[in-house]
DNA sequence: GCAGGTTGTTTGTGATCACATGCAAAACGT
DNA sequence: ACGTTTTGCATGTGATCACAAACAACCTGC
């Protein structure tokens, strides 16, 4: 009843967490909770939250101006699928990953990954082949501009379309959990990328070549190859990051 | 207000869902929703649902002595693991999979469990090929005295038991999401296994008694080997259950 | 000064209720 | 009789509240 000022003590979020809270209304035969989930995913695939960052139920249920339900049994799902974890506390937070389960992850993404690109190389047709050749432009002129954050949106939409394409519901669902694991990190890899313009962005951009290549000739082993480079570029990134933050204590 | 004593018309289930609801009062530092989810999991898991089954959360509610609150999140949890899915009526019931389904978990749990039962044979110590050996002993004997329910379970521990030696935290939770959404699948099983003794036992026996020779001289080539030996296996059994399903129409 | 207890606040948890939706059986009109 | 409408029930959903656990700040007593 006292201090009514300063309990905004809001961290200054890298970025509005949620774009637009777009269309604050309810379509029908959508739910709330169902919202909710998806806001929160997305905002923690974007890295627009920091790792160890805990959560409140009631701060969440506030911002996504829902009640505390919907958003309980969003955060329950997210914990499930490993976006969050569950602190003894009984609350809620991003994951700080070790380096040692980020290499098992990546490890993982590789064979998964890679398996899916094998995949996509049987099924994919032309027009797919032109939708990837169109969002690889996007990614070359978010390299230009250097706008690293649509880079990485673009970067996911490339690699789940491949997903898709693959047409395995099952190792889909898989990989999307091993990216919702990962997302801890995207926040970083995000700053690194614009903080080093350049450095790493060319190989990605790359691989991405090699593999749009792989897709036209329906080389289904020169598709896993080059998924393979580009994720291990990805662990060269992380790798890099973490020497950054040892340097930086 | 009518009819009171026929609004009991509840399946015959296979065997008591929940053995004994364990210690039916909560130990101090869980939480109900936890419990829920621990004993669903264990029900699913055990093939205690049969796949198109759907579940209420009243019912659910009632049957496990609580409010439909946490039965609501542990549902919501498993729906995210696959055991259970969501219907666009908003309900939750047991998958049914299909032919294609089945065959794309039983490739990747190739894939992934081979390569757990590989790193298993590198950090494996003699007193967890003790364990193991144990456990293999214990599935003979339900095989002598046609245990299928057993068997199953046993065959299960000896699993995951290999998976947590491979001490690859990251890879142990994408199995245990790709037993769960197997789990439809168990109840069939044990009935085939109960209704044809010894038909593919001996076959499963051999198996893991080549995995723990495997084990024994530290080779991990040989024990993935093996692995996929095991799932091939399986993968016969649910094509032979298939056959019997449509000779069943 | 400092260990240990106390109090107040925050936060997750579980129960209950009102409501909307979906479904199915009954009722109705043709 | 048959297709359509209505009614009633079953069920998921979301909001609200009371409570307990966890945490932090404060206080007390040595």
Redesign the pocket.
């Known amino acids: 009843?006292k201090m009514e000022a300063a309990?905004k003590s809001r961290k200054p979020l890298l970025a509005p967490r949620w774009p637009i809270l777009a269309s604050n209304r309810?379509r029908?035969?959508e739910?709330?909770?169902?919202?909710a989930y998806e806001i929160l995913k997305e905002a923690v695939l974007a890295g627009h939250f920091r790792p160890g960052e805990?959560?409140?139920?009631?701060?969440l249920?506030k911002e996504l101006s829902?009640?505390?339900?919907?958003v309980?049994?969003a955060l329950?799902r997210l914990t499930a699928e490993g976006a969050f974890e569950?602190?003894?506390?009984?609350?809620?937070r991003i994951p700080i990953l070790t380096r040692l389960q980020v290499e098992q992850l990546l490890s993982l993404r590789q064979q998964l990954e890679g398996q899916a690109a094998a995949l996509a190389a049987r099924n994919i047709t032309l027009v797919q082949i032109e939708h990837l050749r169109a969002l690889q432009n996007g990614i070359e002129q978010c390299i230009s501009r250097s706008d690293a954050r649509t880079h990485t949106s673009l970067n996911m939409a490339f690699h789940f379309e491949i997903y898709r394409i693959a047409d395995n519901p099952v190792l889909t669902s898989v990989i999307q959990m091993l990216w919702l694991k990962m997302a801890p990190l995207v926040g970083s890899i995000v700053e690194l990328l614009a903080s080093k313009p350049g450095t790493f962005k060319r190989v990605a951009l790359e691989h991405h070549e090699r593999m749009l290549r792989a897709f036209q000739s329906r080389d289904a082993a020169a598709a896993e190859a080059a998924m393979h480079e580009d994720l291990l570029a990805t662990t060269k990134i992380t790798g890099y990051w973490e020497s950054l933050q040892l340097r930086a204590r």
Chains 1, 2 share one sequence.
């Open positions: 009843m309990k309810r029908p035969g739910v709330a909770h169902g919202r805990v959560v409140t139920l009631r701060s249920a829902v009640s505390e339900m919907p309980r049994e329950r569950a602190l003894p506390n009984r609350s809620a």
